[in-house]
């Protein structure tokens, strides 16, 4: 043992970093066999290795480095995740439950220390900040149970942030109380006024400037590492920012989630890469290094030790306890909602550790600092406290919730046959990857269906180069659905009609609806639906959605869709709004439907029973006619959804025909998406007799005939 020990603490950063990785692999696992969360188990294994347990790792540049990435990463994500539509329309509970959270436990500490501690007025009200202020150190649980969205979660994350708002800024102030000594220029009040100024200019700069960064950036390039890296760098700038005026970096951090929010949604390849990348590295070496402060042996050291931390741990979770439980009460919340709301903010980590650094620093006299080494023990001990009170009762929560809502889900949702299944038309790369963009923003995540991308290929003299670059693309496209952790089904089909090509791919792969590219080669073929589109929506009665799209899905700011009158009485009448829905909630962007007043008014009921969070619009548009007066409010950023019909159905009229011609020439180079609805309900098979023909022309012969004579009267 003596031998072995002679070469700790391991030093060199490949072995460091090996065992991290090690702990960062073992400890969910033992943990699991346990029954306690895996962040406790960080912590703890960071405890065991660092210099106050088994030295076996030297707390390095690596733990200061990657734990502030953690650090800003866990508050980035919770700023990412927000619900910013629930955010609007609850504000004023945010701002209840934060200054509860915040000035209960504050002063409940402050009296504490004045009274049984015998703290300093300023040693008190230090002490009170930390306490005010919290980490969401649990907040990885929250991800594992897919609850970022919920309520109590949302309301949780909002309070932290006003409560670490005010905290930072009153550990600011007592700093520049401090600092004005007679080497200093300012006086406390004109270093306080600073400091807001500087705090308004950082703010308001931010979201001016980080969403047109984000919206040249990324309609310009989408490698998936450079959007990466400026997501990163944007989060790290403002973290740099917001600890030049004097805030710490998490506050930065979070802000720039919040801004970039409705720009990477929830279910992108982006974001997965985001939360992949956090929660496999950076946070679990964060929990590690904030494991390694802990110092276990000065709870042996006396009675003294032991008596500051119950007391220190003990007010401060009780005043969050007392916030969380108030404002559920208040909110009329359930007690499950109000366990979530404690478990959230009752845990203390780095934060907390740099607000004491902020103290040892503040003399009171000479030699003698605001804080001396029994606080700092205190509160480093009571990290540990609350870290894992906080993780238990998360966990425990999440379950309850997550039980109890799938309960839910299943009486809601199981009580109908979802057959939903998408399925992928793709042949130019250029847009394959819109589609899958697409498809990811509405499918339903609950189910946890794949994806089905069909490539069809002319079964002609060129069909073996054809099938190996369909090949090509699907292989790309599934790595692209991979990193979105989407499971995809593809097939390279021969057919020598495209259109019984797809049909017959959509009956043997079980699909729901279609989607696709819409005809943009006009060298090929000059028809506005192509050589295929027409003939394939006129012989399948399910849905099929035709996008074209000039722009990035995730830079839209608006949604405008015009419905046909009578649309209500289709059967695919609820498929395609609770696509549009999807759609608008992961894109955070409004949506506006134009159409007949009876039409708007079931659209308003489904949508705020069902999306409650979107954020929708209804204009009545009288008359079909009136689609082109739409094209005078469409902006670059903003995407036109057209329902359309199929001929011989209820809400199909004459107008209809006339909706190529319209498109191409009021929505030339304009987002766009034609949405043809499931007909017939489920029926499987297609219809085929002298009544009711499988094709179509484009323009019937009687619009020839009028055509000439109208030119033949012009003359």
């Known amino acids: 043992m003596s031998i072995l020990a002679s070469y700790l603490p391991i030093t060199d950063p490949t072995l460091i970093f090996f065992v991290v990785l090690l702990i960062i692999l073992f400890a969910p696992i033992v943990m699991s066999k346990l029954r306690i969360p895996h962040i406790i188990g960080m912590v703890l294994a960071g405890v065991a290795v660092g210099h106050y347990g088994f030295n076996i790792l030297e707390r390095d540049m690596s733990f200061e480095i990657l734990g502030s990435v953690g650090l800003y990463y866990i508050m980035f994500l919770a700023g990412l995740e927000m619900d910013l539509e629930s955010l609007k329309k609850n504000s004023n509970k945010f701002?209840?439950?934060?200054?509860?959270?915040?000035?209960?436990?504050?002063?409940?500490?402050?009296?504490?220390?004045?009274?049984?501690?015998?703290?300093?007025?300023?040693?008190?009200?230090?002490?009170?900040?930390?306490m005010a202020s919290n980490t969401l150190i649990a907040y990885p649980i929250i991800g594992r149970y897919g609850l970022q969205r919920h309520s109590s979660v949302q309301l949780s994350v909002g309070s932290s942030m006003i409560s670490l708002f005010l905290a930072l800024v009153m550990i600011a102030a007592l700093s520049a109380s401090f600092s004005a000594d007679e080497s200093s220029r300012l006086s406390p009040l004109t270093s306080q006024l600073f400091f807001f100024l500087k705090l308004i200019v950082f703010i308001t700069g931010s979201i001016w400037l980080i969403p047109r960064l984000a919206r040249y950036f990324l309609r310009r390039y989408s490698d998936a590492v450079m959007q990466y890296i400026f997501v990163l760098a944007i989060m790290f700038l403002s973290a740099a920012l917001s600890n030049l005026i004097g805030l710490e970096g998490i506050f930065g951090a979070f802000l720039s989630g919040l801004v970039l929010n409705r720009y990477i949604p929830k279910a992108s390849p982006l974001m997965n890469r985001i939360e992949f990348i956090g929660n496999a590295v950076f946070i679990p070496y964060f929990l590690i290094g904030v494991g390694m402060l802990i110092n276990v042996r000065m709870l042996f050291t006396g009675a003294g030790v032991l008596w500051i931390v119950f007391l220190i741990a003990f007010f401060?979770?009780?005043?969050?306890?007392?916030?969380?439980?108030?404002?559920?009460?208040?909110?009329?919340?359930?007690?499950?909602?109000?366990?979530?709301?404690?478990?959230?903010?009752?845990?203390?980590?780095?934060?907390?550790?740099?607000?004491?650094?902020?103290?040892?620093?503040?003399?009171?006299?000479?030699?003698?600092?605001?804080?001396?080494?029994?606080?700092?023990?205190?509160?480093?001990?009571?990290?540990?406290?609350?870290c894992i009170i906080s993780t238990l009762m998360t966990q425990h929560a999440s379950q309850q919730i997550v039980l109890e809502e799938s309960g839910k889900w299943k009486e809601e949702e199981g009580m109908r046959d979802d057959d939903e299944k998408i399925l992928l038309c793709v042949k130019y790369p250029d847009i394959a990857p819109q589609l899958l963009s697409l498809a990811l923003l509405i499918r339903n995540p609950k189910l946890n269906r794949g994806l089905v991308a069909l490539n069809v290929v002319y079964d002609d003299q060129h069909a073996s180069a054809g099938r190996k670059q369909g090949l090509q693309l699907l292989e790309s496209l599934e790595q692209r659905a991979s990193s979105a952790d989407v499971q995809m089904q593809t097939q390279v089909r021969l057919a020598s009609n495209i259109a019984n090509g797809i049909k017959h791919a959509f009956r043997e792969f079980a699909c729901s609806e279609i989607v696709m590219g819409m005809h943009v080669h006009t060298d090929i073929s000059p028809k506005f639906w192509g050589e295929f589109i027409q003939s394939l929506y006129n012989g399948l009665n399910r849905q099929i959605i035709l996008t074209r799209f000039v722009q990035p899905l995730n830079t839209l700011r608006r949604i405008q869709v015009c419905v046909p009158s009578r649309a209500e009485f289709e059967p695919g009448f609820h498929r395609w709004l609770e696509r549009l829905s999807r759609l608008a909630g992961q894109l955070d962007c409004r949506i506006q439907f134009h159409g007949r007043q009876e039409s708007l008014d079931l659209i308003a009921e489904y949508i705020n029973n069902r999306h409650p969070s979107v954020r929708a619009e209804y204009t009545q548009m009288g008359h079909w006619n009136e689609l082109p007066r739409l094209a005078t409010s469409m902006a670059d950023d903003h995407l036109l959804v057209v329902i359309s019909a199929r001929k011989g159905t209820i809400s199909y009229k004459n107008a209809i025909e006339r909706l190529p011609d319209e498109l191409q020439k009021y929505y030339s180079g304009k987002n766009l998406i034609i949405i043809f609805p499931d007909q017939y309900g489920h029926q499987k098979e297609d219809r085929?007799?002298?009544?009711?023909?499988?094709?179509?022309?484009e323009k019937s012969i009687y619009d020839y005939i009028l055509k000439k004579l109208e030119e033949f009267r012009r003359r």
């Open 95 to 130: 701002l209840i439950f934060g200054l509860l959270t915040c000035f209960v436990p504050l002063i409940m500490t402050y009296i504490m220390a004045r009274t049984m501690l015998h703290y300093s007025g300023s040693a008190a009200f230090l002490l009170g900040c930390i």
């Open 316 to 386: 401060g979770t009780f005043g969050k306890a007392v916030a969380a439980y108030i404002s559920s009460l208040l909110f009329r919340l359930p007690q499950r909602d109000g366990n979530m709301m404690f478990g959230l903010t009752s845990a203390h980590a780095a934060g907390a550790i740099a607000m004491v650094m902020v103290g040892m620093r503040l003399e009171v006299a000479p030699g003698v600092y605001l804080v001396d080494d029994h606080m700092l023990n205190g509160v480093v001990m009571m990290i540990l406290v609350t």
């Open 688 to 697: 085929m007799s002298f009544t009711e023909a499988q094709h179509h022309e």
